[in-house]
Structure formats: C-alpha cells, structure tokens
C-alpha cells in the first residue's frame, strides 16, 4: 500500500497571500494524482487530477504540480472560500486508493 | 445536475449489519465506476471500496474485506453498500462518489454526496 503523507499539518495563511500545500508518496505514483478541498460540513470537493489537471469549475488560482513521489499545489492568491481541509490521494496503484492525512489551511 | 445522495445511515450495535444506498441523478449512472469512502468524526478520508460501472469487479479495502460488499441497481440508478459484523472502528461519515473514466479508469471521485452517518455502538 502506498502511503501519502502531507505538510504541513496545518498552514496559517493571510488572504491575498500564497499557500503551497506538499505531499509525498512512499513510493512513485507518476502523475496519478488527485487533490481535493473539504470544508466543514461539505463533502470533499476534487480541485485537481493527473497532479495538475484542474477539474471542472476550478478557479485559475488551484494549481497542481509534480511527478514520482514529490507534489504540491499552490493556491496563488487565498480567497476567503478558499479556508479549508485539502486531502491529496493517489491512484497509480489501486486498490486501495490512498489519501495523505489533510492539511489544513487557515486564516492567519 | 450530477446529484448523490446517501441514505441508510444510523446507530446499530456491534455484530449488527446496515444497508446504505447511494441515489444517483444527472448523468447516465451505468457509465460510471462508484466509490465509497468514510471519515472518521474528525479524522481523514478513507477509501473504502469501488464498483465497477458495470458491476464486474467490486474491491475492498482490507478493513472491510468479507464484511461490506458493495453493489448497484442501474435499473433504479442505485448503489449499495450492505456493512455486515460492524465494529466501533466503522463509525463515520460514509460518502459515495462517482469516478470519472480520466483518472486512470476510475481512481479519483469527481462528485461526491454529502454523507450519512454511521454510529457502531453498544
């Protein structure tokens, strides 16, 4: 099983600024990989796939990058919608599908 | 619009067994793969299991496997997941989600419904 694991656990962020979101793999997954936003009380909601394919209806400011192990996405400039619990997960080599923990993004 | 929503959710036992559904709108539900993940009150997600669009192929997360079986009714644009031997450890928020052909045949969930509840507890 390959393990996702994201930092950091929590980033404090002032609107306006950029938030860069890391996550690592335990084992390559090559491009195979998806992110996602979760706020309180929402289901998760996919921002990005292919590591930096943006889903439908993502703002230009979610972007995805990486490939092998390494990723990150970077939200350029934070909007006040944009505070919330972001979840990357893999899919190079499922089942199982695996998610990193979450790292959440507040208002600093 | 692509609409999901869970139902069958609840306060049951341990040992005791639980049907969940999944009702689909909005798209043509026999073309797509679905999935089941879970959250823990306040944890992360976890997959759970995946059905292939036509029902061919079912897998499981080794948590659930020979506990839960996941299966649909495209006739009634319905999917299942039937939680047998349920244990404290299966409480959580148990979302369905649709899985778009682009991500690798299935392995991202591009809609997701807003989740019902599963208590496990004595």
């Known amino acids: 099983e390959i393990v996702m694991t994201q930092s950091p656990a929590t980033l404090s962020v002032s609107p306006g600024e950029r938030a860069t979101l890391s996550c690592t793999a335990s084992q390559s997954v090559s491009t195979k990989l998806a992110w996602y936003q979760q706020k309180p009380g929402q289901a998760p909601r996919l921002l990005i796939y292919?590591?930096?394919t943006r889903a439908t209806g993502i703002p230009a400011r979610f972007s995805g990058s990486g490939s092998g192990t390494e990723f990150t996405l970077t939200i350029s400039s934070l909007q006040s919608e944009d505070f919330a619990v972001f979840y990357c997960?893999?899919?190079?080599?499922?089942?199982?599908?695996?998610f990193g923990g979450g790292t959440k993004v507040e208002i600093k | 619009q692509v609409q999901l929503v869970e139902s069958g959710g609840g306060v049951v036992q341990p040992g005791r067994s639980l049907r969940l559904s999944c009702a689909a709108s909005g798209f043509t539900f026999s073309s797509y793969a679905m999935h089941w993940v879970r959250q823990a009150p306040a944890k992360g997600l976890e997959w759970v299991a995946v059905i292939w669009h036509d029902g061919s192929r079912q897998y499981y997360a080794d948590s659930v496997k020979g506990r839960f079986t996941i299966s649909r009714d495209s006739s009634k644009n319905t999917l299942y997941l039937q939680m047998d031997s349920l244990r404290a450890e299966d409480t959580a928020l148990y979302y369905c989600?649709?899985?778009?052909?682009?991500?690798?045949?299935?392995?991202?969930?591009?809609?997701w419904g807003q989740g019902t509840l599963v208590t496990v507890s004595s």
């Open positions: 997960q893999q899919y190079n080599n499922w089942p199982p599908l695996t």
């Open positions: 989600g649709r899985a778009p052909p682009h991500c690798s045949g299935g392995g991202c969930g591009d809609y």
């Open positions: 292919d590591a930096s």
